[in-house]
């Protein structure tokens, strides 16, 4: 099962205030255990949401946008990891076992699952499996040249 785990924002955060050097080498080090277990897909931190944008869907086709920072901190997200575990059980042992993201303050972990091709039963045909290969397959080859193109920039320095 894949989960999401929030790392919620705090007013350190949310202030733009950077980790420690300490904090860096602390987190590196369990998302370098993450990998090795073959639990961390992806994971990254946020820009605080002064830095940020909302768009509100509204009655029939109406949009607006709404700038930061949001006001609800305790709602905000700082950061995500995305994890591919056995269970939620497996996740929280991870999570506990995380540093503490935001030290001095009192900080916070979600842990959500995403839902999967099974949890639709009957709804997902065979055509959208087919879609979401076609999609999975382009997003690969976007990740690839992203890669490459990063390595090629690194090269000329």
Do not use: H
């Not at 007013?11 to 050097?21: D, F, R, T, V």
């Not at 991870?94 to 949890?119: K, Q, T, V």
């Amino acid at each position: 099962m894949r989960v999401m785990v929030i790392v919620k924002a705090t007013k350190n955060s949310e202030a733009g205030k950077l980790p420690s050097k300490e904090l860096m080498a602390e987190m590196g080090k369990f998302n370098e255990e993450l990998v090795k277990a073959g639990i961390m897909l992806d994971g990254d931190g946020l820009k605080p949401s002064s830095k940020g944008k909302r768009i509100r869907f509204s009655a029939g086709n109406k949009r607006s946008v709404i700038d930061g920072p949001f006001t609800e901190t305790k709602e905000l997200v700082a950061g995500y990891w995305i994890w591919q575990v056995k269970s939620i059980d497996e996740a929280v042992e991870w999570a506990r076992r995380c540093p503490d993201p935001m030290p001095g303050e009192e900080s916070e972990l979600e842990i959500r699952p995403f839902y999967e091709a099974a949890d639709f039963g009957a709804e997902y045909t065979e055509d959208f499996k087919a879609y979401e290969d076609r999609l999975e397959k382009g997003l690969q080859q976007l990740r690839e040249a992203r890669l490459e193109s990063e390595r090629l920039q690194k090269a000329k320095k």
